[in-house]
């Protein structure tokens, strides 16, 4: 039965609050309370609907003084035992154990949040209850050792050993710093506010966050954690004067009314521009040229300003996001880099404007600052194209509307989205949850001068401007280690010898704190559901065979609010190898170059006017049970409303059959920017291209897929930037080439995912779209890739490491079975995560075994180490060899992951998953028999899982991506070892 409230009254008599105001949120069918606890002053939002994924979180106003990432390493450390759940680590517990579809934790420039969220009314209980309890009474005070480990400690082994700095944060900032446009990023913000807490790092720059102390530390979490300066809020379908008064009574209560000095400082605006030059690390073997990059900032306005900001969003695409956009194709067409990036934030208090180009020079930095303001006059003086506006409008109307987040829980990103305001103005959480009048407010001012006099009087008549030129220096990562292990040495010599005892001490303490488990009775502590609590039905696929004008397509029924989720599925199955890397390349070309009829910038415009989007992509689809067999495709996603289905097939013809491929010009471009945003992807998501290129090493499926997305792509694509005056030619008769190949009748596959009523917008459109594909004979083949265990070391800049190891447990003579999915709990989240995360100081670690092709792998996230990590993989068949836990944590471990496997699905997830499963001839009753077999695992049942783990550990295939002297120590390890980035 449905809980959510029509009104407040429907509360009656509720003590220990205030009701501040009520608010009818229609555009997301909700009501918005807003309370203020009497005693404490603590600020409570409340969203109440009929979402059975309920979200809490409860957040702080967190502002820094300084780079030392504090407010970051009180993050961490509040979830590692409190109160009333006295274990390590009730987060780990709570991941391994419970039902949520979220749990996590985020540190921003200026707060500090803890949502959860779950669809199970006892295990949201629970979370809440656990996350309450850590930030309230964490065990910060009691132990020191927590702060060590999530912050920063020294290590030392021994009199002789090196003095060493250690800690998750600072190891996950170091990751975070060996990014350029992390870097960039950073440095924009701390320039544009340099009297405000946005003037200093929040997350810790790894340079100062050694120079926290613990006693700082604790002032830190006892000034801002109270309820005083806290932000509570309630999503979804619930009790909700059951929550309130809970929260009240269990904690609220305890505390009187204790103002918190946390305000966000107004930054003055600047009198003149201000021009910032900072270096960045390349590494050795890298190149300086064009590796500079470039940007232009400023402060627009206040978040509070709801208009200003929308409007701004829309400026952002309009000028700079859209393909072709003119103030992006200004500056590409001038050469001034080679990517431009832009950034509208406005998270914070004072949004910024950020127009970045990459792969620039240092002297083009007076040009590319004049050009920005001359073609911005231009534009003021001549107007913004109409269409453009309308379609950035459409855009992002689409997605407000659609209000798909993904594997995010809409009410989670809701919540992110209210403190963007609340956290300014106590009275305005709800500012900009109902935006459907303000789009048609921005539709009806298109034809009026609104958008150019934003353009002059906040990018052209706006002095708070910063230029930072971000400047690359080889080798500057290794000056930097030197200076940090003279400075660690000269520290150890200076000390004496009952100080470096007691250094060693502290070390060897430490170890045996984190070596140490819980008690029994602590872990009990921490609540947990039944076997019972769980639902025993897998979730369901949604596969229905159907027949459109004598044309058969897969529909999946599921409501979509009038939206169809269209895919094309192209099979590649037969296309020349040679000829694989181009196809990721021709992926990306369609829909981002001319048409006959549309230059690339109109064909964007008439495709946000009339759809939600449109893309395509590359995707490999295993068979299941069978490793060697694979169905390679290319896909076209079209989201669109179902009377613009017209439009939707008008222009899917266009892109598949009119695109003018022969456009040098653009081509490079084109390529350009591919090799930027992979080299961006590589340096922030090492673990899973380590993990891609390491299976490719003998999976077929997997050779494929980073020869079209992954390293050798990245390669292929650096290849063709290099030299492309002499293959421009033999690239575009490949692209002509592939669409032959691949646009054909015969290759393709339909996916339509709407309601039942959705179906007929097909009808007298599908087949005559199908009926105009190729039909010329093209040479069929049926070659294979030359798979090489490589075992490579790809040596970077960056600061940290991805150390990955892959293998394949079919191929090893053995079967899947649904304990795999346990084992991936127990050893996430257990194993890997003591030995690599807790004991290692790794941001992060997983592993995983896949059902379909069974591949398997163990892989680490900003790592410090390469071989110490490596042994723990080596080790972890005899960890599963001896596993024993007694019968509630099995529970746990089970419950842990169902909540995996339940994540509530989108409509579009729903139809995206059920064709996965389609195309791999997954059914129904293969997902309940491994639901089945992840329900009634036993402690046996895990431990004979250990010869699977020793078959992908005995494979062999190692691919690491991480620091240059980091991978040449380790260069033994390795078959080769290589630069990564040039």
């Not at 759809?611 to 169905?631: M, N, Q, R, W």
């Amino acid at each position: 039965m449905s809980r959510n409230l029509k009104s407040s009254k429907e509360l009656g008599i509720l003590s220990g609050y205030e009701l501040i105001s009520e608010e009818e949120l229609q555009d997301i069918n909700s009501l918005g309370l807003l309370f203020k606890h009497t005693k404490t002053g603590a600020r409570v939002a409340v969203v109440s609907n009929d979402d059975n994924n309920k979200v809490f979180s409860i957040g702080f106003r967190t502002p820094p003084i300084n780079s030392t990432g504090v407010p970051h390493i009180v993050e961490h450390t509040v979830l590692c035992g409190s109160r009333d759940f006295p274990a390590k680590d009730p987060f780990i517990e709570l991941a391994k154990g419970s039902l949520n579809t979220f749990l996590n934790a985020m540190t921003y420039p200026d707060k500090t949040i803890y949502p959860v969220a779950s669809c199970n009314d006892q295990d949201f209980q629970n979370l809440v209850h656990v996350y309450m309890d850590a930030v309230f009474y964490p065990n910060i005070y009691k132990k020191e050792e927590i702060f060590k480990q999530e912050g920063w400690h020294y290590e030392l082994e021994s009199e002789d050993a090196e003095l060493k700095y250690n800690g998750v944060v600072y190891n996950e900032m170091k990751g975070a710093f060996s990014s350029p446009e992390q870097q960039l990023f950073r440095t924009i913000q701390n320039a544009l506010f340099p009297d405000t807490a946005y003037g200093v790092e929040s997350g810790g720059d790894p340079e100062f966050i050694p120079d926290l102390s613990y006693e700082e530390f604790l002032d830190f979490h006892k000034k801002y954690y109270h309820p005083s300066n806290s932000y509570i809020y309630l999503y979804g379908d619930m009790n909700v004067k059951e929550k309130l008064e809970w929260l009240d009574q269990a904690y609220l209560n305890d505390f009187s009314d204790d103002p918190v000095d946390s305000e966000i400082q107004f930054q003055q605006p600047f009198h003149e521009v201000k021009d910032i030059e900072v270096p960045y690390p390349l590494s050795e073997n890298d190149t300086s040229k064009n590796n500079t990059y470039l940007s232009y900032n400023l402060i627009i306005g206040t978040s509070l300003d709801r208009d200003l900001c929308m409007a701004f969003q829309v400026l952002e695409y309009v000028l700079l996001s859209a393909p072709g956009a003119p103030l992006k194709q200004a500056l590409i067409d001038a050469g001034i880099g080679k990517d431009i990036i832009s950034s509208f934030d406005a998270d914070i208090y004072q949004p910024t404007f950020s127009i970045i180009t990459k792969n620039a020079e240092k002297e083009q930095k007076e040009q590319f600052a004049g050009l920005i303001r001359s073609t911005l006059e231009k534009l003021v003086k001549e107007g913004l194209d109409e269409k453009s506006l309308k379609a950035a409008i459409n855009y992002y109307e689409f997605k407000y509307r659609e209000a798909d987040y993904g594997q995010f829980p809409k009410g989670l990103m809701y919540g992110i989205q209210m403190l963007s305001t609340w956290l300014y103005d106590d009275n305005k959480p709800f500012l900009k949850m109902n935006a459907n009048r303000l789009f048609e407010t921005l539709k009806a001012k298109i034809n009026s001068d609104y958008y150019t006099k934003l353009i002059e009087q906040y990018l052209l008549n706006n002095n708070h401007v910063v230029l930072v030129t971000l400047i690359p220096e080889a080798g500057l990562n290794a000056k930097r280690e030197d200076k940090l292990k003279e400075k660690l040495a000269a520290y150890k010599a200076g000390l004496s010898k009952e100080e470096i005892q007691k250094l060693i001490e502290d070390t060897r303490l430490l170890k045996e704190y984190q070596e140490e488990p819980s008690t029994k009775e602590d872990l009990e502590k921490i609540p947990l559901l039944d076997r019972e609590d769980i639902d025993k039905n897998a979730q369901p696929l949604y596969n229905k065979e159907v027949m459109i004008d004598g044309f058969p397509i897969v529909h999946h029924n599921v409501f979509t609010n009038g939206i169809a989720y269209m895919k094309l599925i192209f099979s590649l199955d037969q296309i020349p190898k040679e000829l694989t890397p181009y196809i990721g390349l021709l992926s990306t070309v369609l829909g981002y170059i001319d048409t006959e009829h549309y230059s690339f910038l109109e064909l964007s415009n008439e495709i946000n006017i009339h759809t939600g989007g449109i893309s395509t992509d590359v995707a490999c689809f295993g068979k299941k049970g069978k490793p060697g067999e694979y169905l390679p495709t290319l896909q076209v996603d079209v989201k669109v409303l179902y009377d613009e289905m017209d439009y939707a097939f008008d222009l899917l013809k266009e892109i598949i059959s009119f695109t003018k491929l022969r456009d040098e010009k653009r081509l490079l471009e084109i390529i350009s920017e591919v090799k930027s945003r992979l080299q961006m992807h590589i340096m922030s998501a090492g673990h899973s291209v380590a993990v891609d290129r390491a299976m490719s090493y003998f999976s077929e499926a997997s050779r494929f897929n980073e020869e079209t997305k992954g390293i050798a792509y990245f390669k292929f694509i650096e290849r063709l930037e290099e030299d492309f005056s002499n293959q421009a030619g033999d690239l575009i008769e490949k692209l002509q080439l592939l669409m032959n190949y691949i646009f054909r009748r015969e290759n393709i596959s339909v996916s339509f995912t709407s309601g039942e009523d959705g179906l007929a917008t097909l009808n007298g459109r599908l087949l005559p779209f199908v009926e105009q594909l190729k039909t010329d004979a093209v040479e069929q083949t049926d070659e294979h890739f030359d798979l090489v265990c490589a075992n490579e070391g790809f040596k970077t800049s960056g600061q940290v490491q991805y150390v990955a190891r892959t293998g394949n447990f079919i191929e090893a003579g053995y079967e899947y079975t649904g304990a795999l999915e346990v084992l991936k709990t127990i050893l996430g989240y257990d194993y890997l995560w003591n030995n690599i995360r807790v004991k290692g100081g790794a941001y992060g670690c997983m592993c995983g075994f896949s059902y379909i092709s069974g591949n398997g792998y163990f892989t680490s996230y900003r790592d410090p180490n390469v071989k110490e990590t490596n042994e723990v993989y080596e080790k972890a068949a005899e960890f599963v060899k001896n596993f024993t836990v007694d019968e509630r944590d099995m529970t746990k471990y089970i419950i842990g992951t169902i909540s995996g496997l339940d994540t509530p699905r989108t409509p579009r997830t729903k139809g995206v998953v059920s064709m996965g499963a389609y195309l791999s001839g997954t059914t129904q009753e293969d997902l309940q028999k491994q639901r089945d077999e992840i329900l009634n695992v036993t402690v046996e049942d895990v431990r004979k899982l250990s010869d699977i783990v020793k078959a992908i550990v005995d494979a062999g295939n190692l691919c690491v991506i991480g620091n240059e002297n980091k991978i040449e120590q380790n260069k033994d390890m390795f078959k080769e070892v290589k630069t990564l980035l040039k």
